[in-house]
């Protein structure tokens, strides 16, 4: 199993920025992917941004060039940094880990942006 504590989420103002983090522990393996996933009100849940442990990355088209997804493999940690945030980007959002067991989920992380 493996155990995902998200935090970093707020509210902050249009054009602001926050940082989630995600910290895995438990039964980790070398070869994964990480990343964030974010639900909207009435909506779908969406992946956000993904990043696999050999450092490649995965962008949704609505916040690329506005959110880096990065991790440190020695803490099998994963951060979002979301900068020039928008009302839109309002959601609960998800932190993910994959490996060839299957998909493992955090509790979720609210994120308000204001206009």
């Known amino acids: 199993q493996v155990q995902l504590v998200e935090s970093g989420g707020g509210l902050v103002q249009a054009g602001g920025s926050l940082r989630l983090s995600c910290a895995a522990s438990?039964?980790?393996?070398?070869?994964?992917?990480m990343g964030w996933y974010r639900q909207a009100p009435g909506k779908q849940r969406e992946l956000v941004a993904r990043?696999?442990?050999?450092?490649?990355?995965n962008y949704a088209n609505s916040v690329k060039d506005r959110f880096t997804i990065s991790r440190d493999n020695a803490k099998n940690t994963v951060y979002l940094q979301m900068d020039s945030l928008k009302p839109e980007d309002t959601a609960v959002y998800y932190c993910?880990?994959?490996?060839?067991?299957?998909?493992?989920w955090g509790k979720g992380t609210l994120v308000t942006v204001s206009s």
């Open positions: 438990g039964s980790i393996f070398s070869i994964n992917a």
């Open positions: 993910n880990y994959g490996d060839w067991r299957g998909d493992f």
């Open positions: 990043i696999f442990s050999g450092g490649s990355t």
